[in-house]
């Protein structure tokens, strides 16, 4: 009677059964569309279950589910509130960006790629505007480097100015930059010795050239 159906899969599977899961739904039901609570890769955090489902989610969204529903952190203790809810979305989404990375999706690695050069290069607001969660990543920026001057400082509180592993990163680059100008001023300098039959000292006549 053309019913769409999908399955459900098992809430609970520990890490190295997850592919096997995934492939044996496959196999078994003819590639008809599957969804996953998570899994719960292990049963020892009541309270952080948006985490230990996130892990199995990210596993098993790579190895080719359908949908991922998400998990609260109330999971098997309560109702959860919008909070809950947020925390957990915002899990799910991360999980599901991390399965679209590895499974080479062009889009997701855009996004990756354009927050990293921005981090890299000291662009705060371009960061916070490309977050999953722009809200939260500028709250925490504020919380300890709340001035304007500090979103276009290269350095945030963690490392400090001296030790940034971007800026020294920058930092090389600019002095290899350099003694690769240098370099190739040396180079000239030695081609015009040569050119000149690589003489110390030069005729008089030619002292001005």
Request: proline residues 6%.
């Amino acid at each position: 009677f053309d019913v769409q159906t999908m399955n459900e899969g098992p809430g609970h599977v520990p890490m190295h059964l997850i592919k096997e899961n995934m492939e044996k739904q496959l196999e078994w039901c003819d590639e008809a569309p599957f969804y996953t609570l998570g899994p719960l890769t292990t049963d020892i955090a009541p309270g952080y279950d948006h985490i230990t489902s996130g892990i199995g989610a990210a596993q098993i969204g790579w190895y080719g589910t359908a949908m991922l529903c998400y998990v609260t952190p109330k999971e098997h203790l309560g109702l959860p509130n919008r909070d809950d809810v947020k925390t957990g979305v915002i899990t799910y989404k991360i999980a599901a960006h991390a399965a679209d990375l590895a499974k080479g999706h062009p889009r997701a690695q855009e996004w990756d790629d354009a927050i990293s050069k921005a981090r890299f290069e000291f662009r705060w607001r371009d960061q916070f505007n490309l977050a999953l969660d722009p809200v939260t990543a500028l709250t925490y920026h504020d919380e300890t480097l709340p001035a304007e001057g500090a979103k276009i400082a290269h350095f945030c509180s963690m490392c400090g100015p001296k030790f940034c592993s971007m800026k020294i990163t920058q930092d090389v680059r600019d002095y290899a930059a350099k003694q690769a100008e240098i370099e190739a001023g040396m180079e000239e300098k030695s081609a015009e010795f040569r050119e000149r039959g690589s003489e110390v000292y030069l005729p008089a006549e030619m002292a001005g050239d």
